[in-house]
Each structure stands twice: as structure tokens, then as C-alpha cells.
């Protein structure tokens, strides 16, 4: 089993910036993408960022050019950095791990945290 821990949300100003942390802990796992979803009130769930192993990226248009997405595998780590934050990017974010562990692929969910862009 593995457990994602994810922090790094709260309140900002538009224009500010916010970074996002997910590690992984548990099981021994092998990485086929990990990243962020999202969702707002009376929103649907969007992708924000994701990236595999190897390190392709794939972000959702709306924060192309504003987040960018790394890993960190030595310590288990996903990292998303939010700069120029908009009203629109207000919601609950979400870390998932798409990994193979114990014979078994299956995805893997953090706790999520709350992003919340206002003036």
C-alpha cells in the first residue's frame, strides 16, 4: 500500500504564488505518472499537471506558462509550483500516483489541499 501526503495550500492574493508538495510513502513502488488534479465547487474534476517517469509533462491550458510540475525521486517527491495565481484556480487540489507496486498497478490518492486565490 502506499499513502500520499500532500501540503503546500492556502490563501493568496492573485498574482501570488503557492507551491504544492506530494511524497509517497509505504510500499516500494514504481512511478508511471504522478500529478495534480482539481476541483471546485459546482466544477468538474480537471487535470491540472501531471508527468511519468522519464520526465514528460502534460499541464492543463489554462495554467501552461503559470504552474510547473517536477519530481524529486530520491525522496518520493512531486512538486508543483504555482505562480501567478488566478481567482479561477481556487480549489481543493489533489495528488494522485498511478504506480506499480506488489505485482499491481493502481492509483493512489493524497488527502488534498485547499488553494483559495482572492483579494
Known amino acids: 500500500q502506499v499513502q500520499l501526503a500532500e501540503s503546500g495550500g492556502g490563501l493568496v492574493q492573485p498574482g501570488g504564488s503557492l507551491g504544492l508538495s506530494c511524497t509517497a510513502s509505504g510500499s516500494s513502488f514504481i512511478t508511471y505518472t504522478t500529478g495534480w488534479y482539481r476541483q471546485a465547487p459546482g466544477k468538474e474534476r480537471e487535470l491540472v499537471a501531471a508527468?511519468?517517469?522519464?520526465?514528460?509533462?502534460n499541464y492543463t491550458d489554462s495554467v501552461k506558462g503559470r504552474f510547473t510540475i517536477s519530481s524529486h525521486s530520491a525522496g518520493n517527491t512531486v512538486y508543483l509550483q504555482m505562480n501567478s495565481l488566478k481567482p479561477e484556480d481556487t480549489a481543493n487540489y489533489y495528488c494522485f500516483l498511478v504506480a506499480r507496486t506488489a505485482g499491481r498497478t493502481a492509483t493512489y490518492w493524497g488527502q488534498g489541499t485547499q488553494v483559495t486565490v482572492s483579494s
Open positions: 508527468i511519468a517517469d522519464g520526465g514528460y509533462t
